[in-house]
């Protein structure tokens, strides 16, 4: 991925470009951060992202299952073809920043930056329809909505998306400072599956606990198994993560409840660690239950693969943010972030790589993370993602196979 055409634009070119973009990319990360929509239906947000490419020569596909757009951009002449993501669903949950662009919307907050991510590919569009005559072959722009636990990407997929020879993504980091951008090859962001657990005893009188099955200790046991399985089970080397986040139980001080709900999540780096982690937990619980006569139901539902990029493309990667950025601008990541993030799919589909673009706001030394109700983003960063989008397109295009 070395060989560069002559008449590729030069990742000066490029920046520059991006930054006289800044006020539109702003106004636009504005006006849809104010209007947040959730999960795969979000049709004023994908209304503003329409108006904003209006104007470019590019064939639109409207999803019919979501609100997903897929923008082509037929280059000059014929060649390879590349995808670049942004997912724009929000979050469900309240904002409490004080900006004075903030939620409009009672528990809506885009508290993990998807209203950069497609103000930025929005801004890529446009920096790479100005450079339509020196690319050779196709990028394909992936406005994604449902990526907060709906799998929209899985979604978008089985609709149909034009099949690319990579494919690339962004994620903004508020704890990496702007101008740095945080990567590594193989796995750079976990798998999650939730689960729920109904731990069924016989209730009564909290005074004669023998005459009942107590599901409370059980439950309580299988929070503390679930652990010891983890650590005894799981290598360190390929390691998992298993939190039971939620117990409910009981009524009254003197009533022995006749259930006990537990809920949590998994994490895994691999599939592999995935996979026993998936066959653990049921066979742990249910096993102690039945050991104190009571009853486990478990009900697991799926999440998304581990994030796991392409080593080639992720060297490539590196070195097109080395050119645009500066030799200290790549921070290699020491280990993958435990998060999840359904651009999974499209890796499984397609050799590409996911970034984490440093969006710390000037002055903060404690930023206020990715689905913190406080979270905020340097804007000046935006530029710097829509360039970086820009120049890997046209890099990749203009390479050799």
Not at 58 to 86: C, F, M, N, Q
Not at 194 to 220: L, Q, T, Y
Not at 345 to 356: C, E, F, K, N
Request: include cysteine; glycine fraction near 8%.
């Amino acid at each position: 991925m070395r060989s560069l055409m002559s008449t590729t634009p030069d990742s000066k070119t490029l920046l520059d470009t991006a930054k006289g973009l800044q006020p539109r990319l702003v106004d636009l990360r504005r006006r849809i951060h104010e209007e947040p929509e959730l999960g795969l239906d979000t049709p004023a947000t994908r209304k503003k992202i329409l108006d904003d490419l209006a104007d470019l020569d590019l064939e639109i596909d409207l999803h019919k299952k979501t609100s997903g757009i897929v923008a082509t951009l037929r280059g000059a002449r014929p060649g390879r073809s590349i995808l670049l993501r942004g997912d724009m669903d929000a979050l469900p949950m309240p904002e409490e920043t004080g900006l004075s662009f903030a939620s409009r919307h009672e528990n809506r907050m885009h508290a993990c930056g998807h209203d950069a991510h497609v103000s930025m590919l929005a801004g890529a569009a446009r920096i790479l329809a100005g450079a339509r005559d020196t690319l050779a072959g196709d990028v394909v722009f992936m406005f994604q909505p449902g990526e907060e636990c709906y799998g929209g990407a899985e979604v978008m997929l089985e609709e149909g998306m034009p099949e690319t020879d990579g494919a690339f993504a962004i994620h903004v980091a508020p704890q990496i400072p702007t101008g740095m951008v945080g990567t590594k090859p193989g796995a750079i962001m976990a798998s999650f599956d939730d689960f729920n657990i109904e731990v069924k005893g016989r209730g009564g009188h909290a005074s004669m606990p023998h005459d009942c099955i107590d599901p409370i200790p059980i439950a309580c046991e299988i929070v503390s198994a679930l652990q010891s399985f983890v650590t005894r089970q799981i290598p360190a080397t390929d390691p998992g993560v298993l939190t039971v986040s939620q117990i409910h139980a009981g009524t009254a001080n003197n009533v022995i409840a006749n259930s006990v709900q537990l809920a949590g999540t998994m994490r895994a780096l691999s599939d592999r660690t995935r996979a026993r982690l998936l066959d653990g937990l049921p066979r742990v619980a249910e096993g102690i239950a039945k050991a104190h006569g009571a009853e486990a139901i478990i009900e697991i539902q799926s999440g998304y693969p581990v994030v796991v990029n392409d080593t080639a493309f992720e060297a490539f990667a590196s070195d097109t943010i080395r050119d645009l950025l500066g030799d200290q601008s790549v921070l290699a990541l020491p280990q993958p972030v435990m998060g999840a993030e359904d651009f999974s799919y499209v890796l499984r589909r397609t050799p590409g790589a996911m970034v984490l673009l440093g969006v710390r706001p000037p002055g903060t030394k404690e930023p206020a993370p990715c689905h913190s109700s406080q979270m905020m983003l340097d804007e000046d960063a935006m530029a710097l993602g829509a360039a970086l989008h820009a120049t890997i397109a046209t890099r990749f295009l203009a390479s050799s196979a």
